[in-house]
């Protein structure tokens, strides 16, 4: 896969990055909130302008500021970011005058000698920009594009200069092209985080063990035997009562999004706390969504193995999560590297089994084999008779059974029959959906 060039987004607090990175990109993906440090880690997107393909990347904020203890990680991965990228954007506030710490990154953004465009947002008017941006003779003789990200003002004056600064390259891509998207999904301070730091082979994202420290999810583009992924990691889920900061409560409902979007899910759980009554409420989350589910307990290194077993942790989960254990279950460590890369390889599998489509008259060699031996049960005990069935969709493998009445399946019944249909046709790892309809 041929790499993209990179447009990194780049600027202190609260000027309108986030903002910027969604106009640009064409839809909310970057959080955006009125309280800064809202971005912590890189959010990338691959964006197309005309016949240019590239990867968009939104950074926080370069500051430092004693009411985030990560301000300093913060601004080091987005001066990372800015090493990385083709074309840099540095944002400012058209609001107001320019910081002497902004004068400061401008000059050294300029001497890492990339492409550097000044972006001065919430330019709301002609009124406002006929004004002028005096303190702007700091930065030299610099051009710049009064914009209004908000209001899509001069975002195609914008875009503009980023097509005359990248080369032409929109291809047909090919099916290793198009990443697998992996969503990251659990509790706080379960290793999600780690987990991408784990298979990427670099320090992406800011870890840490105080509670909340990712807030946006962020997407995180590796490459393995000539196949991407995409891993997003998303913010810890909790229950909102106990969450206070407007921040979190923001990535919380983000993570949720991110759930319905992926193409695969990872409940990612702590060995050392399994099970939880988080972990069941949001492995009920992928559930419900109908997307091909993995289950990872991590920091497996850390269990004394001697006391509890592999088989003790399989027993567990067939407990108290009976209603996903169709997903395979990985044992893992974020922190020593085992196991970690058997996510990317059941991810590849459960996908394919999400996206099976069977064919009807091996459904229904299969229905009379199961008509034969166990006749299906009603909710009132009754036996009643499928005549037929037939695929309707896949992701998830949806199946209709046609009857002689409208009438309900038992659901213990009806959970025997999608297991054995599951067994049949190897679908682990998928939920399955069944839809009873009279002939």
Known sequence: MKKLPRVVIVGFPNVGKSTLFNRLLGKKKSLVHSQPGMTRDQVAAECTLEDRRFVLV????????????????????????????????????????????????????????????????????????????????????????????????????????????????????????????????????????????????????????????????TDTLIHRNKKAYSLVDTAGIRKMGRTRDQREKAGIIKAKKDIHAADVICLVMDAQEFPTRQDTAIAHLARDSGKPLILALNKWDLVDKDTLTIKDFTRMAAQKLDFVFYAPLLFISALSGQRVVKILDTADGVLANGRKRIATARLNEFLSEINTKYPARTRKGTKIKIKYMTQLKSLPPTFILFTHSRISLAPAYEKFFVQKLREHFDLQGTPIRIVVRRN
């Open 58 to 217: 939104d950074t926080g904020g370069f500051f430092d500021t004693q009411e985030d203890p990560f301000s300093a990680q913060v601004k080091e991965k987005a001066w990372e970011a800015s090493q990385e990228g083709d074309v840099l954007l540095f944002v400012l506030d058209g609001k107001r005058p320019l910081l002497p710490p902004e004068e400061e990154l401008f000059l050294s953004l300029r001497k890492l000698d990339k492409t550097l465009y000044v972006v001065v947002n919430k330019v709301d008017s002609v009124a406002e920009e006929g004004k002028g941006f005096p303190d702007l003779f700091l930065l030299g003789p610099q051009d710049f594009v009064a914009v209004s990200a908000e209001h899509k003002r001069n975002i195609e004056d914008l875009e503009n200069l980023l097509i005359q600064a990248l080369p032409a390259n929109l291809e047909q891509e090919k099916d290793g092209d198009i990443p697998v998207k992996i969503a990251l999904v659990g509790r706080i301070n379960v290793g999600k985080s780690s987990i991408v730091n784990r298979l990427s082979g670099e320090k992406r994202l800011i870890v840490s063990e105080i509670p909340g420290t990712t807030r946006d999810s």
